[in-house]
């Protein structure tokens, strides 16, 4: 079964300051990867996804992760953080079998920003 | 597109009452998912539907729980008998088959339970 890891449950940096939230996922086969952002209270925005090819994945909001499959890592970065980026983050695997395609979360990184 | 809508925002109730929440999809999406997310946790799947087929049901989902989605459109999701441990916000997500799994699950804002 697929599973994934954000280590880091908090995290806080100062705006302006660049950004890495980790993430390790555990998957028997290519997996499809996303990084979703929550705001309090909110439902879930996508901020970008992986399935092929480039391992460096632009998003929205000035996000980028990159793909490495030797660390089954899929890190998100933000070379300059703002204070609207405070939130929690998570991120998902895609099960692929089947029709389902159902998402595996972790636990998420709450970001907090200090101005 | 008007998204992912979820009716209500917030329930409170008592133990032991029933709850019914609605999830209303993005018009041509035709898979729908629900998620419960617990206090400090990622969302965990719990049951997903194609059309108005209940395809997968997670063994979160007790037998106190029943999801519906009647003519393959809004999607319900009861609790019965209600408890305290089914506090949790209930979220909603529906996928357009275009891309097939690469494609980007939409998620709703949420229905925040609180069982008293």
């Known amino acids: 079964a697929q599973s994934v890891t954000q280590p880091d449950i908090h995290i806080t940096v100062s705006e302006g300051a660049s950004l890495e939230l980790r993430c390790n996922y555990s998957?028997?086969?290519?997996?499809?990867l996303f990084w979703y952002v929550q705001s309090p209270g909110q439902g879930l925005q996508l901020l970008l996804k992986?399935?092929?090819?480039?391992?460096l994945v632009q998003g929205i909001k000035g996000f980028e992760a990159e793909f490495k499959r030797s660390q089954s890592s899929f890190n998100l970065r933000k070379p300059s953080v703002h204070w609207s980026d405070a939130a929690e983050y998570f991120c998902?695997?895609?099960?692929?079998?089947?029709?389902?395609?159902?998402?595996?979360f972790g636990t998420g990184t709450r970001l907090q920003v200090t101005l | 597109d008007t998204g992912v809508s979820q009716n209500p925002r917030h329930k409170i109730t008592k133990r032991g009452q029933n709850v019914t929440f609605r999830c209303d999809p993005i018009?041509?999406?035709?898979?729908l998912y629900w998620y419960r997310q617990t206090l400090g946790q990622g969302p965990e799947f719990l049951t997903y539907?194609?059309?108005?087929?209940?395809?997968?049901k997670s063994r979160l989902l007790s037998d106190r729980f029943s999801a519906e989605r009647p003519k393959g459109s809004f999607s319900t999701l009861e609790i019965q008998r209600t408890e305290q441990g089914d506090s949790a916000m209930y979220l909603c997500?529906?996928?357009?088959?275009?891309?097939?799994?690469?494609?980007?699950?939409?998620f709703g804002p949420g229905t925040r339970l609180l069982v008293l």
């Open positions: 018009s041509e999406h035709n898979r």
């Open positions: 992986y399935f092929s090819g480039d391992t």
């Open positions: 539907f194609q059309n108005e087929a209940q395809l997968e």
């Open positions: 998902a695997v895609g099960a692929v079998g089947g029709t389902a395609s159902k998402l595996t």
């Open positions: 997500a529906s996928r357009s088959p275009a891309q097939g799994a690469t494609e980007t699950q939409y």
């Open positions: 998957y028997g086969a290519t997996p499809y």
